[in-house]
């Protein structure tokens, strides 16, 4: 499995109004092939927000990747920043890690 961590400077919205606000945006990237999870993030006093992503497949996360990362630059976002992680799903699962 492989985790892709997501980050980049935004001036909001946070908390209700980003939900409001991007709730068809989450319907349409649960439908990405290899997607498992997305978790939102979001910092306000540090203006920042983004995602952690749990994909079954190295390829298809770097693919979303790069389809996500022109979205944002398609909105004016720079400073896009992201990792790529593979899961020891062993040590992982000693602490709590699940897909049940």
Excluded: C
């Amino acid at each position: 499995m492989i985790v892709l961590q997501i980050d980049f400077p935004s001036s909001g919205p946070f908390g209700t109004q980003m939900t409001e606000a991007f709730t068809a945006l989450a319907q349409d990237i649960q439908q990405e092939a290899g997607l498992i999870w997305k978790i939102w993030t979001e910092n306000e006093e540090e203006h920042t927000a983004g995602g952690i992503y749990l994909f079954n497949d190295e390829a298809l996360a770097r693919q979303y990747l790069d389809k996500h990362t022109a979205r944002l630059q398609s909105f004016g976002i720079q400073d896009i920043r992201s990792k790529v992680f593979t899961v020891n799903e062993a040590l992982s699962a000693i602490n709590g890690f699940s897909l049940a």
